[in-house]
T-cell receptor, first 117, second 113 residues
Framework: NAGVTQTPKFQVLKTGQSMTLQCAQD?????MSWYRQDPGMGLRLIHY???????DQGEVPNGYNVSRSTTEDFPLRLLSAAPSQTSVYFC????????????????FGPGTRLTVL | LAKTTQPISMDSYEGQEVNITCSHN???????ITWYQQFPSQGPRFIIQ???TKVTNEVASLFIPADRKSSTLSLPRVSLSDTAVYYC??????????????FGKGTHLIIQP
């Protein structure tokens, strides 16, 4: 299993440009989440999904869109990038069931480092 | 959603035992306590999880008192490679919504030679 994969690893955008951060998992996890991490800060939840076709907002959703058309993929879209969106973005997935690995354990991707000029 | 409070930073030395305490006064009946470790430029990874009393694995121990309003992550005989940020999360893994998805700022543990 590849686990959680994210692309690209690095990205530089100009203010106003749009882009999509890709996230995929091959563990058949129901839950997928997007976080951003700024220097000296913990991880802040942007959006999450409890299954295909279902998404919801986290703590800092403004400026980001998500969709979940398949169990495996959960892309994060920046429609008009702003310098305030310069950050490291992490995608995570977890099961929504009892049993197996400790319940609710999240598995994280390697992150995407985004710079908006 | 249960809120957690943990020290911003801690220092220790190689070979020492390190204990990091997390407060979660409004923990709910179905909530589990989960600790993650994050190295620079990497995503967090699971360390240990518990519901009550004591849990031990090959990496750490987790102590949870009877009232479950706090928990203590214990790292035995730390090394320089244990320098990382440690996060305590509380939530119901079957609770739905954003339960168990909220990270705080974590504890930055620095191990010195």
């Amino acid at each position: 299993n590849a686990g959680v994969t994210q692309t690209p690893k690095f990205q530089v955008l100009k203010t106003g440009q749009s882009m999509t951060l890709q996230c995929a998992q091959d563990m058949n996890h129901e839950y997928m989440s997007w976080y951003r991490q700024d220097p000296g800060m913990g991880l802040r939840l942007i959006h999450y999904s409890v299954g295909a076709g279902i998404t919801d907002q986290g703590e800092v959703p403004n400026g980001y869109n998500v969709s979940r058309s398949t169990t495996e993929d959960f892309p994060l879209r920046l429609l008009s990038a702003a310098p305030s969106q310069t950050s490291v973005y992490f995608c995570a997935s977890r099961r929504h069931a009892v049993g197996g690995t400790p319940p609710g354990t999240q598995y994280f991707g390697p992150g995407t480092r985004l710079t908006v000029l | 959603l249960a809120k957690t409070t943990q020290p911003i930073s801690m220092d220790s030395y190689e070979g020492q035992e390190v204990n990091i305490t997390c407060s979660h006064n409004n923990i709910a009946t179905n909530d589990y306590i989960t600790w993650y470790q994050q190295f620079p430029s990497q995503g967090p990874r699971f360390i240990i999880q518990g519901y009550k009393t004591k849990v031990t694995n090959e990496v750490a121990s987790l102590f949870i008192p009877a009232d479950r309003k706090s928990s203590t992550l214990s790292l035995p005989r730390v090394s320089l490679s244990d320098t990382a940020v440690y996060y305590c999360l509380v939530g119901d893994p079957l609770g739905g919504g954003a339960d168990g998805l909220t990270f705080g700022k974590g504890t930055h543990l620095i191990i010195q030679p």
